[in-house]
């Protein structure tokens, strides 16, 4: 690959990231608060979300299966599929006509599945772009980075309709823009992304899906990889969940919601760089594990707070936002490596093992809406009680710390496995 393509390829592989990680803000923090403001309650929100996210969850294998049949020409029809679905699916969830229990169970399910479409091939390309570690993590960097901007633009969005707690006005201008920015940018990859030969993946035919189950789990590496990254998932997925109602109840700074997610955000995508060459020269695991540890180090300032503090809240935002890069390029760049490794040997399975990715991530932000706000909802929530506000607290701050500290202590002895 000429200096020209090792610029160009990640950034056309990446940007497709962009338009998609604009959605993860509204689907997985704005829509809880959006349709209790429709008038849901809390519970019911946090019960039909999470039977939404466990179908999603079971979608996941079958998809990965689906991926790992196909073709390169039929991995790309899975996520025209789900470009489709997607652009159906979130014309009803994000501007329902009627708001009920059931749609709101129907129509997520609904884009989750069409993400899913989408989202299992697309990050499998990540295994098949390259022989050379060091040069996934560029292609699973860009990605990340994209999705961090593309985070950042929703963000901004707001602010240029003056209202951030109109979600209804954000969302009719959020939908034009994915629509169109995703079909630019999924046309460009099918164009011009560059994939290793057929003959340099493996001759070898895709696996079943059972006997790829099997041998995940008895690679040490995928043994020690997966369980961490659910726990750190698990532990981003609560502050996620809970930040609006964090932000408005308990600390009262309504008015700096959207600045506080955007400087948390924009000082990810600041440090990418830094991981990325932390990564390089001490390797993916200790890149990993030290920006676990800072987040720790600054989420756990969140007891200190009261009511008001708008900077102390803010310097927490930016230095735990540091590791938010990290916390999703480089775990999935170490997938990525044992992807391609396992299929060499085996195979063709990414689809499977990044199936089990995405199923471990939908898992975490299932139990943390289906955990969390049914049981802000059970300590009195639709009366503000001082005991909802405590529970507020200790799952926002409390539980992703220990997560993470978990987390840390299972990945004590990963770099001996592989880096």
């Known amino acids: 690959m000429n ?15 962009w338009p998609l990680a604009m959605l993860g803000i509204p689907l997985y923090v704005y829509l809880p608060s959006y349709y209790h403001q429709l008038g849901l309650e809390l519970a019911v929100i946090g019960s039909m979300l ?51 229990a059931v749609r709101l169970l129907i129509w997520a399910m609904w884009v989750y599945l069409a993400w899913t479409l989408i989202m299992i091939p697309y990050q499998a390309l990540s295994a098949e772009v390259s022989q050379h570690a060091y040069v996934k993590t560029y292609y699973t960097a860009s990605r990340e980075g994209f999705a961090v901007i593309g985070v950042i633009t929703v963000l901004v ?4 309709l003056d209202d951030s707690q109109d979600y ?8 034009p823009l994915v629509s169109i920015s995703l079909t630019l940018a999924l046309a460009v990859l099918f164009w011009r992304l560059r994939l290793l030969q057929p003959s340099m993946q493996t001759d070898k035919k895709p696996i079943l899906n059972l006997q790829a189950w099997r041998l995940i789990w008895t690679d040490q590496r995928s043994r020690r990889l997966l369980p961490a990254y659910f726990l750190n998932s698990l532990a981003n997925a609560l502050p996620a969940t809970l930040f ?10 309504n008015p700096y919601m959207g600045i506080l997610l955007l400087g948390f955000f924009l000082s990810g995508i600041l440090a990418l760089p830094l991981w990325v060459r932390l990564a390089k020269r001490f390797g993916k695991y200790s890149a ?29 935002c930016l230095f735990s936002g540091l590791s938010v890069a990290a916390d999703v390029a480089l775990p999935a760049s170490i997938q990525a490596d044992i992807a391609q490794d396992l299929s060499s040997k085996n195979g063709n399975m990414s689809g499977v093992l ?19 706000l049914p049981a802000l909802g059970w300590l009195g929530w639709e009366q503000q009680s001082t005991e909802s506000l405590q529970g507020l607290l200790w799952l926002y701050a409390g539980a992703p710390v220990a997560l993470k500290l978990v987390a840390l202590y299972w990945l004590r002895r990963a770099d001996t496995l592989a880096d």
């Open 157 to 160: 969005l707001p602010f240029a």
């Open 50 to 100: 999470l039977l939404a996210r466990i179908s999603d969850v079971i979608s996941d294998p079958l998809v990965g299966l689906l991926c790992d049949q196909s073709t390169q020409r039929g991995r790309y029809g899975l996520m025209i599929l789900g470009w489709a679905l997607l652009l159906i699916g979130l014309w009803q969830l994000l501007l329902p006509v009627q708001v009920s």
């Open 3 to 17: 200096n020209r393509s090792a610029f160009s390829q990640p950034l056309i592989y990446g940007f497709a990231s």
């Open 244 to 253: 609006l109602f964090f932000v408005e109840h308990y600390l009262q700074l």
């Open 288 to 316: 990993w594990r030290l920006s676990m540890f800072s987040a720790c180090l600054s989420f756990i300032w969140v007891f200190s707070l009261a009511p008001g503090s708008l900077w102390g809240f803010a310097l927490i």
């Open 354 to 372: 990044f199936a089990v990715w995405g199923m471990l991530t939908k898992l975490a932000l299932a139990l943390a809406v289906g955990l969390a």
């Open 168 to 175: 209804q006005q954000l969302f009719r201008l959020l939908y």
